[in-house]
T-cell receptor, first 114, second 114 residues
Framework: SQELEQSPQSLIVQEGKNLTINCTSS?????LYWYKQKYGEGLIFLMM?????EEKSHEKITAKLDEKKQQSSLHITASQPSHAGTYLC??????????????FGQGTELSVKP | EPEVTQTPSHQVTQMGQEVILRCVPI?????FYWYRQILGQKVEFLVS????????KSEIFDDQFSVERPDGSNFTLKIRSTKLEDSAMYFC????????????FGPGTRLTVL
């Protein structure tokens, strides 16, 4: 079965510092999603990557998918307190004929100290 | 901006009682999903639904669970006889298509079974 592992599990950074969160898949990814979740709230869509080597940016967040499509990274530049929350990567299972199901990593909890 | 809404935000029930969790997906979306997240654990897929049929369901989605689209706007998850282990955050999501399309999540319903 497909597994997604995220690292690190938690991260505390000083405001203004850069950081990277990784997501590794046991199988080739068809599509990889990044979501942000604040404690006790819903998942906010950040970005979706589908092609090997693809890179997308939104404001200070950049996500990349490696050429082999088994690893993705999320990079935040000049972190701010508003970036705090849990970041989840999710894998699209459609390629394995599993009707739209997303499976998720365990999340990376980010704290940003002012 | 269109969003997925869910009601109630918090539901407390006694073990063995039936609960119905409600969702209003984004209006032009055709695919609907339920996920759950037990406190401190991963977000888990429950079921996907399209054209008034279940497309895919997980092992968690047993006979105690059912889904329905009773009208053109609502999408519901029913748990017939709740158990303590059903306590979790339940998220509804929707997407426009099945292939290469983002799933947008609602804010969740926190279900507490006593």
């Amino acid at each position: 079965s497909q597994e997604l592992e995220q690292s690190p599990q938690s991260l505390i950074v000083q405001e203004g510092k850069n950081l990277t969160i990784n997501c590794t898949s046991s199988k080739t990814l068809y599509g990889l999603y990044w979501y942000k979740q604040k404690y006790g709230e819903g998942l906010i869509f950040l970005m979706m990557l589908q092609k090997g080597g693809e890179e997308k940016s939104h404001e200070k967040i950049t996500a990349k998918l490696d050429e082999k499509k088994q690893q993705s990274s999320l990079h935040i530049t000049a972190s701010q307190p508003s970036h705090a929350g849990t970041y989840l990567c999710g894998a699209d299972m459609r390629i394995y004929n599993q009707g739209g199901k997303l499976i998720f990593g365990q999340g990376t909890e980010l704290s940003v100290k002012p | 901006e269109p969003e997925v809404t869910q009601t109630p935000s918090h539901q407390v029930t006694q073990m063995g009682q039936e609960v119905i969790l409600r969702c209003v997906p984004i209006s032009n979306h055709l695919y609907f999903y339920w996920y759950r997240q037990i406190l401190g654990q991963k977000v888990e897929f429950l079921v996907s639904f399209y054209n008034n049929e279940i497309s895919e369901k997980s092992e968690i989605f047993d006979d105690q669970f059912s889904v329905e689209r009773p009208d053109g706007s609502n999408f519901t998850l029913k748990i017939r006889s709740t158990k303590l282990e059903d306590s979790a955050m339940y998220f509804c999501a929707s997407s426009w298509t099945l292939l290469t399309d983002t799933q947008y999540f609602g804010p969740g319903t926190r279900l507490t079974v006593l």
